[in-house]
């Protein structure tokens, strides 16, 4: 059972681009909800959801490739507005009794277009000339009967169609993408115009609804949630708290491997702010002897990963025992999975096992929990908004990604407590520094690594130093899959240097790391 929202979504049909997410995601801005859904599910079952609207998205494939995904041309009938994209405007083309050829004129990147029809639907208020980003080899050549030809571009003389009758619109570019410069506007025109949808898709809605939805779901029963002072597990808490609030415990594993300042954020900060009944189990030194003398990155994570779970499902055990007491079975665990998540476990091809991640989850079967994901129909932008909707505080809000393993994948070499405490100020005057530089938004997140078993000489006050080295790993990204090692302005990484050199004691040397992801991981472990 999901945690369903009681919303009549707009299909994203997925082509098997990688566009699909990002559409379901403007279709979001725009205020509407949307769902993703793959090419092979029948039209039968997309009715079935009652969209809102269609939204048909790009695809790698020719129209004219063997096995190229199929569009059922019932689709077009059922009286669902739909818009096509790219592969999608083509393969509507082509069911709608359109031509679509092989030019040999391919278009790709930054694409002139010209709209012929500045009245229409899509266009309205729009200049004629417009910048798309294109992506194609076959094109449109006639466009199907009943629909006006709103738009061309040089390699496609049909780069627009639509039927305001029969509620079907289609562009050859991809409006998703931020390349093209009216592509936000195309596509809310499509929903809010040419769909006729309200856009009453707000953060204060949909926590709403979701607090709805948990309370049916729950019921009276007793909640459990793992909180790790993240985004994530704070914001799936504070829902579930506003739905439920005296039957939720939350529980903190301080494992002593977070950064300066992230132990009270979630004990005091987050409590005071939301009211949750929290209980904090100090697991620092059972980590700590764990993890003594293990240099290995994965047998980190898997120690951290095994440890973690023994800890919280004893944790559970407690709770159960005395909610039992009470009268009150528990009989949910909270977990933070997001939409991209949802449709990437459904969908994807299972990407190689690069790094072992690990999550609260995996909890033995006698534990006997029902799954509640507060945050399946959410995606990472959302998680947020709907967070400071619930005054969860900014600081936890804005919080950039942090590994579960927390710094013990920070440390190359064994991890001690001496050793956390000199990465952990190290890392605090990073972050400091970022962020007087008004740099936490623009950066995805900054890693610093400390090369413990490294040692190199210096000076200071006269002095030979013997110390440690640490790297700065900023890095930009739109999601961790692929990243760039971020131009921080040479003041701030010159300010972060001399502190972190004057203020740590046993670091005497900052160094920058300047590698890409691919070849290299966010992560040095
Ligand atoms: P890499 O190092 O694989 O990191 O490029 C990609 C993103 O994932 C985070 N990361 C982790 N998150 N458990 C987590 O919950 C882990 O074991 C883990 N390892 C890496 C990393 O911080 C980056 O955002």
């Known amino acids: 059972m999901t945690d369903t929202l009681h919303e009549r979504p707009v299909l994203v049909v997925d082509f098997g681009a ?56 019932g689709l077009l009938e059922a009286g669902v507005p739909v818009l096509g994209i790219c592969y999608g405007f083509q393969a509507m083309a082509g069911c709608l009794g359109g031509d679509v050829a092989r030019t040999g004129q391919r278009e790709y990147g930054h694409t002139p277009a010209t709209i012929t029809e500045p009245d229409s639907t899509l266009f309205a208020g729009q200049p004629a000339e417009q910048s798309v980003w294109m992506s194609h080899g076959d094109a449109v050549t006639t466009a199907p009967s009943g629909t006006r030809v709103t738009a061309t571009t040089p390699g496609a003389p ?12 289609g562009v050859q570019w991809h409006p998703e993408v931020l390349h093209t410069s009216h592509g936000q506007q195309v596509l809310e025109n499509f929903l809010l115009r040419g769909a006729g949808l309200q856009p009453t898709w707000t953060s204060a809605h949909v926590a709403e609804e979701l607090v709805a939805s948990i309370r049916e779901k729950v019921g009276d029963a007793h909640v459990i949630c793992g909180l790790s002072g993240g985004v994530d597990s704070s914001v799936a808490a504070a829902l579930v708290n506003a739905a439920v609030g005296d039957q939720l415990t939350c529980v903190f594993v301080d494992h002593g491997l977070l950064r300066e300042g992230e132990a009270e954020q979630v004990e005091q900060d987050f409590v005071a702010a939301t009211g949750v009944d929290l209980v904090v189990v100090d697991a620092q030194q059972r980590f700590l002897d764990a993890l003594a003398g293990v240099s290995d990155p994965e047998q980190k994570r898997k120690i951290i990963g095994r440890e973690f779970i023994r800890v919280f499902e004893q944790a559970a055990r407690d709770i159960a025992g005395s909610a039992d007491a009470e009268g009150h079975p528990v009989e949910f665990l909270v977990q933070g999975t997001l939409y991209p998540d949802v449709v990437e476990s459904g969908g994807g091809t299972g990407a190689a096992n690069i790094k072992s991640h690990h999550n609260v989850g995996g909890l033995p079967d006698d534990l006997q929990f029902t799954l509640i994901e507060p945050l399946r129909t959410l995606f990472k932008d959302e998680v947020r908004q709907v967070g400071l909707e619930l005054g969860v505080p900014e600081a936890i809000v804005w919080r950039q990604p942090f590994p579960g393993p927390g710094l013990a994948i920070r440390i190359v070499g064994a991890v001690d407590a001496d050793r956390l405490a ?6 605090a005057v ?33 002095a030979r130093t013997y110390g440690h080295p640490v790297v700065l790993r900023p890095v930009s990204s739109e999601d961790a899959m692929t990243a760039d090692w971020t131009r921080l302005p040479y003041d701030v990484l010159a300010r972060i240097s001399s502190r972190i050199t004057n203020e740590v004691a046993e670091v005497n040397r900052v160094v920058l790391d300047v590698t890409s992801k691919p070849p290299g991981t966010i992560e040095w472990e």
């Not at 627009?160 to 079907?168: G, T």
């Not at 000199?422 to 890392?427: C, G, I, K, S, V």
């Open 18 to 73: 990688q566009y699909a997410q990002l559409i379901a995601r403007r279709v979001r801005e725009a205020h509407c909800y949307s769902e993703i859904v793959p090419h092979t599910m029948s039209t039968e079952e997309m009715l079935a959801r009652q969209p809102a609207a269609v939204v048909l998205s790009g695809g790698p494939s020719s129209v004219y490739a063997d096995g190229a995904p199929w569009l059922d041309g």
């Open 430 to 462: 990073a972050r400091e520094e970022l962020s007087a530089a008004g740099l936490d938004r623009e950066i995805w997140q900054c890693p610093v690594v400390l090369l413990a078993d490294v040692r190199s000489v210096g000076v200071q006050g006269d």
């Open 422 to 427: 000199t990465l952990r100020r190290a890392d």
């Open 158 to 169: 049909v780069a627009a169609f639509e039927d305001d009758e029969r509620r079907l619109y």
